[in-house]
């Protein structure tokens, strides 16, 4: 076995800004990937039209070393020149010298002795007294247990496992299962491609409209002046993007044209703006959230050419409240409604009954496809975890302990898994907060603490049972507290049969990052070290 201070799962976002963050403070470290290539979700989702949803300069790095001979094509760049950023990160920062692509964790035991022994499928065995997981919330692909998937004679993939070569839709049967992020960005490049799409929509999304715009290089360049100040403000409330800001103000603190004018002003911005950038109360009073709602679905509706497809993509009645499941950005989605090759099949009313060798079956017809897309999403926050044979005190496994509800202090930490801490894992801000800006500041968080136990001479951190306890009744709070508790999302854990429902990402990126901060500060409470 090989023995390094840690051992680092994933190399994301997290985990590259660990393994930079750690070797600085001289601790001797290695990343080990299963993946070929760097950047965690953007190299295993080389889907067609897979983008991302935050807009430049949100989501990189604030390290000058990365920004500043990096320049975007795209205001939300896409994934290929995602992979390329990870690429320009990996050669700027020198990391790769300390990763292990190709090198999928199979277990991780914690011993007697304080140490963790990490055995992999390549045979490559680790030991190293602290473990950091940084596997991410989208690591585990959830394919439904449809019947008769297996007999499908065509070609299916689900999005996140696409293969490398890509998959021709021109002029074939293309059928999409799933409206998320994933099934709406698919949606769009399937569309004029295709002879005939067919959308399999169990749940209408709540596509914003994205706004893309290419960038120029030059402008981008001279913005950069600004990056050290517009990078602090990801760490000041309210929220975590550098320019997403909101009103200090309730939707009915103002009055309705004033109310109209801010929700189209976010609207016309872009991205996020209209899901975190207009009221204070928009995702916790109903009367607020309502208002969102009813503006989006006009909005959506005015652009469908035919009622009876708007009542299912844009109905009267929202499906759920406005931005409690993570709502896609869109460039073109619901025009792709509009054409005569787009079939919309509204599953609730039309279940589906079973895969068959030429398509997929409802139970009123049989929908002939060549190739069936899989956008169905994730066993997200906690299965990547659960998925490796984690075991710690006692050989006590982290998945038996996680299946009947997460426990953790902070979503950092889990009893009876001494020195291992999770990053954007369950409990934390996670998908409520952008991805580099919480990789930054929960890597500065456990980097100062594994400073702390190594100037102390400690070599052990543990949490307690209680102090998890107390961190799942307060997300639970939140959860009924904000309007996040009432839908069926990942959010909770309930797009997952036989799931526990909880509330898995803490809904407040700015309440979290102070929580981990007086924390610290307060010695690091509700650890224990030795
Ligand atoms: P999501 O957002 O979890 O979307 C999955 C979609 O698949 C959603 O529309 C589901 O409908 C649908 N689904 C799941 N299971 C079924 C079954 N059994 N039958 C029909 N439809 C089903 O995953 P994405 O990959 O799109 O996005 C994940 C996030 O990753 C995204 O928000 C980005 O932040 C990155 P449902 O809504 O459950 O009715």
């Known amino acids: 076995m090989e023995t390094f201070d840690v051992v680092i799962v994933g190399a994301g976002f997290n985990g590259l800004y660990l393994l930079h963050s750690l070797r600085n403070a001289g601790f001797s470290v290695r990343l080990v990937e299963a993946q070929s290539g760097l950047g965690g979700v953007w190299e295993a989702n080389r889907y067609p039209g897979a983008r991302v949803d935050s807009h430049v300069p949100n989501y990189e790095y604030s390290l000058e070393a990365c920004w500043r001979d990096w320049v975007w094509s795209e205001r939300f760049p896409g994934r290929d020149e995602l992979v390329r950023y990870f690429a320009h990160v990996d050669r700027v920062l020198d990391l790769g010298r300390d990763i292990d692509l190709d090198t999928r964790i199979e277990a991780c035991r914690f011993g007697d002795d304080g140490r963790w022994r990490i055995t992999t499928d390549t045979g490559r065995g680790y030991e190293a007294p602290i473990l950091l997981m940084c596997t991410g919330?989208?690591?585990?692909?959830?394919?439904?247990?449809?019947?008769?998937?297996?007999?499908?004679?065509g070609t299916c993939h689900h999005t996140a496992m696409w293969p490398e070569a890509g998959v021709d839709l021109a002029g074939r049967r293309v059928g999409i299962i799933g409206t998320g992020a994933s099934g709406v960005q698919v949606v769009q490049e399937a569309a004029p491609r295709a002879e005939h799409l067919v959308v399999f929509q169990r749940t209408a999304v709540t596509a914003l409209p994205m706004q893309q715009r290419q960038l120029d290089a030059a402008a981008q360049t001279a913005a950069k002046v600004d990056y050290p100040e517009l990078f602090k403000r990801r760490n000041v409330p309210p929220g975590n993007f550098?320019?997403?800001?909101?009103?200090?103000?309730?939707?009915?603190?103002?009055?309705?044209?004033?109310?109209?004018?801010?929700?189209?002003?976010?609207?016309?911005?872009?991205?996020?703006?209209?899901?975190?950038?207009?009221?204070?109360?928009?995702?916790?009073?109903?009367?607020?959230?309502?208002?969102?709602?009813?503006?989006?679905?006009?909005?959506?509706?005015?652009?469908?050419?035919?009622?009876?497809?708007?009542?299912?993509?844009?109905?009267?009645?929202?499906?759920?409240?406005?931005?409690?499941?993570?709502?896609?950005?869109?460039?073109?989605?619901?025009?792709?409604?509009?054409?005569?090759?787009?079939?919309?099949?509204?599953l609730r009313a039309r279940p589906l009954e079973r895969i068959v060798a030429n398509g997929v079956r409802t139970r009123d017809a049989t929908f002939e496809l060549d190739v069936l897309v899989l956008a169905t999403g994730f066993d997200a926050n906690t299965g990547g975890l659960t998925a490796i044979d984690i075991r710690g005190r006692d050989d006590g496994s982290l998945a038996e302990a996680w299946s009947s509800g997460v426990d953790t202090h902070l979503g950092m930490a889990v009893a009876g898994f001494p020195n291992m801490l999770m990053?954007?894992?369950?409990?934390?801000?996670?998908?409520?907060?952008?991805?580099?800006?919480?990789?930054?500041?929960?890597?500065?968080?456990?980097?100062?603490?594994?400073?702390?136990?190594?100037?102390?001479?400690?070599?052990?951190?543990?949490?307690?049972?209680?102090?998890?306890?107390?961190?799942?009744?307060?997300?639970?709070e939140m959860a009924d507290t904000t309007l996040f508790g009432r839908t069926d999302s990942w959010y909770m854990g309930a797009n997952i049969p036989g799931k526990p429902r909880q509330l898995l990402n803490y809904p407040n990126s700015d309440a979290y990052r102070e929580k981990l901060w007086s924390c610290e500060a307060a010695g690091y409470e509700g650890f224990m070290f030795r």
């Not at 989208?138 to 004679?153: H, Q, R, V």
């Not at 996020?272 to 959506?300: C, H, M, P, Q």
């Not at 456990?446 to 306890?469: C, F, I, N, S, Y």
Request: hydrophobic share 40%; charged share 25%; net charge negative.
């Open 137 to 153: 919330f989208g690591a585990k692909p959830y394919t439904p247990d449809l019947p008769g998937l297996a007999d499908f004679a």
């Open 423 to 476: 990053l954007y894992g369950p409990q934390s801000a996670t998908a409520f907060c952008n991805g580099p800006t919480c990789a930054e500041f929960q890597g500065d968080w456990v980097t100062r603490l594994l400073e702390d136990m190594r100037d102390h001479g400690h070599g052990l951190v543990e949490t307690t049972a209680e102090m998890g306890r107390a961190w799942t009744a307060h997300l639970a």
């Open 242 to 346: 550098c320019d997403i800001t909101r009103l200090d103000a309730g939707a009915f603190d103002v009055n309705d044209a004033e109310r109209e004018a801010v929700f189209e002003a976010a609207w016309r911005k872009g991205g996020f703006n209209f899901w975190i950038g207009t009221f204070s109360d928009i995702l916790l009073d109903e009367a607020a959230n309502r208002a969102a709602y009813d503006f989006w679905r006009d909005k959506v509706r005015a652009r469908l050419d035919d009622p009876a497809i708007a009542d299912l993509l844009a109905p009267w009645e929202p499906p759920y409240p406005f931005g409690t499941k993570r709502p896609s950005l869109e460039q073109g989605y619901y025009e792709c409604f509009n054409r005569p090759n787009v079939e919309l099949v509204d």
